[in-house]
């Protein structure tokens, strides 16, 4: 029986040579270390914990640790990663989001579900939750002023282009109306405080929105997201008729590219640094007195080095009012912004944020809202 057992074992290590199965199937980490012997995939250690919430659909193993019998090891050696994506992933439609290793758990355990357990990629009818082009349902969502959840009715249009909710159940007049050609979503578990918790913003008058909405049911709270994907990918399909989808589906929807307290101080330079929240979102830099308010105090256009923006670390001499050691000076064609961070390691993190902006050269729709910012009343 030993050699027996160590035969599997060795045989199980080898599944892991075999082309496509040196990532994890579902979120695409190097160097899986478990398996589903139901399934016949190799997956993460994160991902395998995701897996066992699926038990009467996938039972997982260590490949290193378990034992594992000859037929476990056959089945695995007879799928792998490969056929199994080719099965489970037929039609995953191009908006729908596949999340990395990075991402947050309800995203990634809502694709293992959808994959697995409700085979919404083998069957086009599964998917008309966020491919329909139209969806209501209530969310919680975060009060503006009080910071209490209520519950609220929202309306997605791809025929309208709009994104819309009430406030009473019976209301005829919504009230916001989001524009899906400005409309983001992004998952913010931490900063809102549940697992299931959508940051959407919005522009109005050219400020940016933010609203805060979860739902208790996680496969409800995906579906919304991958609805206002689906939108904006068919309202860019539209306005870009030339553009690949490699080219729109970056701007589907976006995380921030950082986000965390800095103090700042004002335009000149006199008054005291306070304080701030700040958000880093393509090259808006915005700053918010409390992480969840409505609406940002200000916002600062973060153009490219080809344009004259540049970031230094330190603060210009003769500054005075701050009370964290850690300066950053944006310089601007027009202006220089002084933050200071709380640590030296906030600080790089920060620099290095602003830096891959910087980096990054201008899109042409981008030096219209560079004008508006220079222009803003």
């Known amino acids: 029986m030993d050699s027996d057992q160590e035969m599997n074992k060795q045989r199980v290590k080898k599944l892991l040579e075999k082309p496509g199965n040196g990532k994890c199937a579902d979120c695409g980490a190097a160097d899986p270390e478990w398996a589903s012997y139901t399934l016949g995939v190799l997956v993460c250690h994160s991902c395998s914990g995701l897996h066992r919430n699926i038990a009467q659909i996938s039972k997982v193993k260590s490949i290193l640790l378990d034992p594992w019998s000859s037929s476990e090891v056959e089945f695995v050696d007879s799928v792998g990663n490969d056929a199994a994506k080719a099965k489970y992933e037929q039609i995953v439609p191009a908006f729908y989001y596949r999340p990395t290793h990075k991402d947050c758990t309800l995203l990634r355990e809502q694709w293992i579900r959808a994959k697995y357990e409700r085979e919404e990629f083998m069957c086009v009818e599964k998917q008309e939750p966020y491919s329909a082009g139209y969806r209501e349902g209530f969310l919680w969502k975060r009060g503006r002023d009080n910071g209490q959840f209520l519950s609220r009715k929202f309306i997605?249009?791809?025929?309208?282009?709009?994104?819309?909710?009430?406030?009473?159940?019976?209301?005829?007049?919504?009230?916001?109306?989001?524009?899906?050609?400005?409309?983001?979503?992004?998952?913010?578990?931490?900063?809102?405080?549940?697992?299931?918790?959508?940051?959407?913003?919005?522009?109005?008058?050219n400020s940016t929105r933010n609203i805060f909405v979860y739902h208790d049911d996680g496969k409800e709270m995906v579906d919304w997201f991958n609805a206002i994907r689906a939108a904006r990918f068919?309202?860019?399909?539209?306005?870009?008729?030339?553009?690949?989808?490699?080219?729109?589906?970056?701007?589907?929807?976006?995380?921030?590219?950082?986000?965390?307290?800095?103090?700042?101080?004002?335009?000149?330079?006199?008054?005291?640094?306070?304080?701030?929240?700040?958000?880093?979102?393509?090259?808006?830099?915005?700053?918010?007195?409390?992480?969840?308010?409505?609406?940002?105090?200000?916002?600062?256009?973060?153009?490219?080095?080809?344009?004259?923006?540049?970031?230094?670390?330190?603060?210009?001499?003769?500054?005075?009012?701050?009370?964290?050691?850690?300066?950053?000076?944006?310089?601007?064609?027009?202006?220089?912004?002084?933050?200071?961070?709380?640590?030296?390691?906030?600080?790089?993190?920060?620099?290095?944020?602003?830096?891959?902006?910087?980096?990054?050269?201008?899109?042409?729709?981008?030096?219209?809202?560079?004008?508006?910012f220079k222009h803003k009343p």
């Open 234 to 372: 068919h309202y860019l399909q539209v306005a870009f008729p030339g553009a690949s989808n490699s080219d729109l589906l970056p701007k589907l929807t976006r995380n921030y590219i950082k986000e965390g307290y800095m103090e700042k101080t004002g335009p000149k330079q006199k008054e005291g640094f306070k304080k701030r929240w700040f958000t880093m979102d393509d090259r808006r830099l915005m700053y918010f007195k409390e992480p969840l308010d409505a609406y940002a105090r200000g916002e600062v256009f973060i153009g490219s080095k080809d344009n004259k923006y540049t970031v230094l670390p330190g603060l210009p001499a003769n500054i005075q009012g701050y009370h964290w050691q850690f300066g950053i000076t944006i310089v601007t064609p027009d202006r220089k912004f002084l933050f200071t961070c709380e640590t030296e390691e906030d600080q790089r993190d920060w620099i290095a944020a602003f830096q891959t902006v910087i980096n990054k050269p201008m899109l042409p729709q981008e030096y219209a809202v560079e004008a508006y």
């Open 156 to 205: 997605l249009s791809e025929r309208e282009g709009v994104l819309k909710y009430f406030n009473k159940q019976d209301a005829r007049e919504p009230k916001a109306i989001m524009k899906i050609n400005t409309v983001n979503a992004t998952f913010q578990p931490t900063k809102i405080g549940t697992a299931h918790g959508l940051q959407i913003t919005y522009l109005k008058d």
